[in-house]
T-cell receptor, first 112, second 113 residues
């Protein structure tokens, strides 16, 4: 069955610290992979996506993610977190840009 | 950046009542979707809509649900007789196809009492 697992429900980091949010997927074919961010009262905003090619993908707001086929992972990273990065982060997988399968999300809290 | 607009932001209704959730997609989008997120659970696909008809729907999207785009602008989700378990955040989304990114609205929080 197709699924996305985000093992960390809640992560707390200090401002300026590095960040890695984990995402593992189970998908029959070559997946399209996405990371979305949701700030309170806002919609889901696309951070980055992987379709093919270079397995290290750069996104907006200084985020990047690496596709590792052998580990079925697509972890999101940022070298230095800002207080404004506090939000809910969702990993998603799909055969296309539609009908995405989402993970349960990871809530990021940033302390000054 | 263009936005997908959803109204209302929060709707409270009594069980058994009909609700209509409204979305104004970005004007050049061709594909439209509804997703929902029950509190504490995953964001789930409900339905996709293209060329004025449903192109795909999930098992959640039963006969109580319908979608339409009556005036070529607003994209609506109707729940005919709401149940307690319909309480969720409902997201509208759209794109132009061509593997471009999906734009989501800010959601409508539906509370069924």
């Amino acid at each position: 069955a197709q699924s996305v697992t985000q093992p960390d429900i809640h992560i707390t980091v200090s401002e300026g610290a590095s960040l890695e949010l984990r995402c593992n997927y189970s998908y029959g074919a070559t997946p399209y992979l996405f990371w979305y961010v949701q700030s309170p009262g806002q919609g889901l905003q696309l951070l980055l996506k992987y379709f093919s090619g270079d397995t290290l993908v750069q996104g907006i707001k200084g985020f990047e993610a690496e596709f590792k086929r052998s580990q079925s992972s697509f972890n999101l990273r940022k070298p230095s977190v800002h207080w404004s990065d506090a939000a809910e982060y969702f990993c998603a997988v799909g055969a296309d840009t539609d009908k995405l399968i989402f993970g349960t999300g990871t809530r990021l809290q940033v302390f000054p | 950046e263009p936005e997908v607009t959803q109204t209302p932001s929060h709707q409270v209704t009594q069980m058994g009542q009909e609700v209509i959730l409204r979305c104004v997609p970005i004007s050049n989008h061709l594909y439209f979707y509804w997703y929902r997120q029950i509190l504490g659970q995953k964001v789930e696909f409900l339905v996709s809509f293209y060329n004025n008809e449903i192109s795909e729907k999930s098992e959640i999207f039963d006969d109580q649900f319908s979608v339409e785009r009556p005036d070529g602008s607003n994209f609506t989700l109707k729940i005919r007789s709401t149940k307690l378990e319909d309480s969720a955040m409902y997201f509208c989304a759209g794109d132009r196809g061509l593997n471009e990114k999906l734009f989501f609205g800010s959601g409508t929080q539906l509370s069924v009492l």
